[in-house]
């Protein structure tokens, strides 16, 4: 069971730790044309997050996959800068004109999990199960996003319901701020 709870913590810690500022901006990017009343889609658009990150893990922790991390490292604060630009070019925020979202959450999932497996390979020891340390990580991440998809969708509660700003506003803000601090990324990187 301890191992379920550090691979757990790790999990959650790789979406809620400010060392994990490109995991928050790609849920915020992705999440920002969501206003609390879509919850449940938004939990499935996580959930297609988490699944995308799980198979590239998995791979990687079996050692099927290998990718330069240099690369993997570029290509994470461009999913988020792609994001945010879908965001701005969106006419309206229904379900059937956002189903191309869900994609988005699976196929980037992938490229955030490869950010992550080489630094969970070297933290897994070679005498633990590495399924159950997947699992329990898959878990702890999943948890994480919901944590930080809670709080967007609630501020989104107040900005657009509460204070009566444009859902359009709303989700231009979030978009450009993430968009921005991932281009700053990328420069950096």
């Known amino acids: 069971m301890q191992d379920f709870t550090f691979y757990f913590k790790e999990g959650l810690q790789h979406i809620i730790s400010?060392?994990?500022?490109?995991?928050?901006?790609?849920?915020?990017?992705?999440?920002?044309?969501?206003l609390l009343a879509n919850w449940k889609q938004v939990l499935v658009l996580v959930t297609a997050?988490?699944?995308?990150?799980?198979?590239?893990?998995?791979?990687?922790?079996?050692?099927?996959?290998?990718?330069?991390?240099?690369?993997?490292?570029?290509l994470i604060p461009c999913t988020i800068m792609a994001t945010a630009v879908f965001n701005f070019l969106q006419k309206e925020y229904s379900q059937k004109s956002l189903?191309?979202?869900?994609?988005?959450?699976?196929?980037?999932?992938?490229?955030?999990?490869?950010?992550?497996?080489?630094?969970?390979?070297?933290?897994?020891?070679?005498?633990?199960?590495?399924g159950w340390s997947l699992l329990a990580f898959n878990i702890g991440l999943e948890v994480g996003q919901i944590l930080v998809v809670t709080?967007?969708?609630l501020l989104s509660f107040v900005a657009v319901d509460k204070l009566k700003l444009g859902r359009k506003w709303w989700v231009w803000v979030l978009s450009a701020i993430a968009f921005c601090i991932a281009l700053k990324i990328v420069v950096e990187r």
């Open 18 to 34: 400010i060392d994990a500022l490109d995991h928050i901006l790609f849920v915020v990017a992705l999440s920002a044309v969501y």
């Open 49 to 74: 997050f988490t699944i995308g990150h799980s198979v590239t893990l998995a791979l990687s922790a079996f050692d099927v996959v290998r990718i330069n991390d240099r690369l993997v490292e570029i």
């Open 99 to 130: 189903r191309l979202n869900y994609f988005l959450a699976l196929f980037f999932g992938l490229i955030h999990g490869l950010g992550f497996a080489n630094a969970l390979r070297f933290i897994m020891a070679k005498d633990q199960s590495i």
């Open 151 to 153: 709080l967007i969708l």
